[in-house]
């Protein structure tokens, strides 16, 4: 028989094998996903289901070396933390295009409308705001407050939208996978600001010859047009840092108080946000931040926030370490299947967790693990601001 035939024979073999052990990974995701509906024990999670719920998301076969190639990634033991943080927030800065002087702007804020919710006990105004003498954009969104706390100083917390995200949706207003939880943190006492990215939903974008960007698939048109003078990121952190000076610069906000969260993009862009602007803030909490650098590594994900030099030097857990210690909460549902989380949770937290406690805080960085989909578990969130921000 020919050489050719005994190929065929042994390529066969081969292929059978690779469908048998897919339909036996299939068989025991299926079996972990029953074991864990509505019953999740996060101790118990972590360690009996996280070497298998590994496997099963973004890493394919044999590819596992290529999880954490980064160049300047954090060196425990060998990096001196406040040099690297100074580091990391300027290359990302730099490596983004981030527009400095537009940062130093002042801003204006307009009230549109005010609704007293009685039934809520809250406070609900639809606002317009942009950096002072920047033509370019407009954001719109909502501040909510708990009724009766005029001339008191409370917490601010800014809440950065998702992937086609709607600020009526973080307001309350609507409902998706926010669970409305800027309108839960006005409840727990809170001033929130929530916004629509410039390029979303009722807020506005426009280039220099007059053209309007106005769905989440024109970002990518907008810095296109713009001849590589700025990114994606570069213009999330532009939108996030006006909205946050519009309210570290509210008279009823304790700025000794300020938090930032979001869920999806969101979440990452708190952790970005975080990292950049840490002497800033006093705690954060990222849900579903979706480790972007990981996924993008196997074709996954979004342009919208893509930066090669930030993707090819650093890792995800280096933007929480370059915001540490700060209180940072981390949150993932286990059933979340967009981004993989379980690939790379484990060496975040040996990453991040030991400078953590070298710096004597260790009980400020946490992770916490919800039974859902790609949704913002409130009650974690509640928890962490009471104990974090709210401190009553």
Aim: glycine fraction near 8%.
């Amino acid at each position: 028989m020919s050489k050719m035939y005994y190929f065929l024979i042994l390529l066969t073999l081969m292929v059978a094998v690779l469908l048998v052990g897919d339909y036996n990974l299939l068989k025991r995701i299926d079996a972990i996903e029953d074991s864990i509906d509505g019953k999740l024990d996060r101790l118990v999670w972590l360690a009996n289901h996280h070497e298998d719920y590994r496997a099963l998301r973004v890493v394919p076969p044999g590819k596992r070396h290529i999880l954490y190639p980064a160049r300047k990634t954090f060196r425990h033991g060998i990096d001196n933390p406040e040099e690297f943080q100074q580091r990391c927030r300027s290359d990302i800065s730099r490596w983004a295009m981030i527009d400095e002087q537009l940062l130093e702007r002042g801003v204006s804020l307009e009230v549109l409308e005010r609704e007293e919710l009685d039934s809520l006990g809250i406070v609900r105004e639809k606002v317009e705001m942009a950096f002072k003498g920047n033509a370019g954009w407009l954001l719109r969104g909502y501040l909510l407050y708990p009724k009766g706390s005029e001339g008191k100083k409370i917490p601010g917390v800014l809440c950065l939208n998702g992937h086609r995200g709607k600020a009526r949706a973080v307001a309350g207003i609507e409902q998706d996978y926010t669970n409305g939880y800027g309108l839960a943190l006005a409840q727990q006492g809170c001033k929130v600001l929530c916004f629509d990215w410039c390029f979303e939903q009722e807020s506005s974008l426009t280039d220099s010859q007059g053209k309007s960007y106005s769905d989440h698939d024109s970002l990518s048109a907008y810095v296109n047009q713009t001849n590589g003078a700025t990114t994606g990121l570069a213009l999330y952190m532009e939108n996030a840092y006006c909205a946050f000076k519009v309210l570290k610069s509210d008279t009823m906000v304790d700025t000794s108080r300020l938090g930032v969260t979001g869920i999806s993009r969101g979440g990452e862009l708190t952790s970005y946000f975080a990292a950049l602007f840490a002497p800033e803030i006093d705690a954060y909490y990222a849900s579903g931040a979706g480790y972007p650098f990981v996924y993008r590594r196997f074709g996954g994900g979004c342009d919208c926030t893509y930066v090669e030099s930030i993707f090819e030097n650093y890792e995800f857990s280096d933007l929480l370490l370059a915001a540490a210690p700060l209180p940072s909460g981390i949150q993932l549902g286990v059933r979340d299947g967009i981004w993989g989380y379980w690939d790379n949770i484990e060496q975040i937290m040996l990453d991040v967790k030991p400078i953590y406690e070298d710096l004597g805080e260790a009980n400020l960085f946490r992770l916490d693990i919800h039974p859902d989909k790609h949704v913002y578990n409130v009650d974690q969130s509640m928890a962490f601001f009471r104990e974090n921000l709210i401190r009553n």
